[in-house]
């Protein structure tokens, strides 16, 4: 895929499709941006392209449109980032603002995850795996954040389970972490790290 590029000044990472959502706010001040979360979604459950994803994080689903979509009426929410099934990558949200992924969240004890995080959904489910250009795509990606914050370490990239293991999941079993392994900040991904992340 053809390389990409981050912009401090936007927060936006070239040539990924900016979509502007509504669903974001400032960070707290003086708040590093430390943690990558993963997570994974499908609209509707298990059920790939189309545009309702875009349309969700930014305010337009049509609720009528699938049964489904009544469960999420009253939910505002966003990513910084979606890597679609092909690889495409959509940015909602510039990473210096807050994006709301996370939700009730813990990070090694620190709540509201969303104010020191940057959150990057993929296409996909927890009865899947993930496509080999979502890792190509992800792995870039990983590459270019860490670079331009530092404080994101190798054990701070965890999934959405890991920062709310009582209400989520994703981005499940099928993801394997091994994939972006030489996308991490530390050549080597720990062995303990990936035992817990299988």
């Known amino acids: 895929m053809t390389a990409l590029q981050f912009n401090r000044a936007s927060g936006q990472v070239t040539p990924a499709r900016f979509i502007p959502s509504p669903n974001c706010d400032q960070r707290p001040a003086e708040i590093a941006i430390e943690v990558l979360i993963i997570h994974a979604i499908s609209l509707p459950p298990r059920q790939y392209g189309g545009e309702y994803i875009q349309q969700f ?15 999420l009426r009253d939910m505002k929410v966003s990513a910084h980032f979606v890597i679609m099934r092909d690889g495409e990558l959509l940015q909602f949200v510039a990473t210096h603002q807050r994006a709301w992924h996370a939700g009730k969240s813990n990070f090694q004890g620190r709540a509201a995850v969303n104010d020191f995080s940057i959150g990057i959904e993929l296409e996909g489910c927890d009865e899947a795996p993930f496509e080999p250009a979502q890792y190509d795509t992800l792995s870039n990606l990983i590459r270019v954040l860490t670079n331009a914050y530092p404080r994101i370490r190798q054990e701070h990239i965890v999934g959405h ?22 996308a991490l900040p530390v050549p080597n991904l720990p062995t303990n790290l990936l035992a817990v992340k299988k």
């Open 57 to 71: 994080f930014t305010n337009r689903l049509d609720f009528n449109a699938h049964p489904y979509f009544a469960n």
């Open 161 to 182: 389970s890991d920062i709310a293991a009582d209400r989520k999941t994703d981005p499940g079993p099928c993801f394997d972490w091994s994939q972006i392994r030489d």
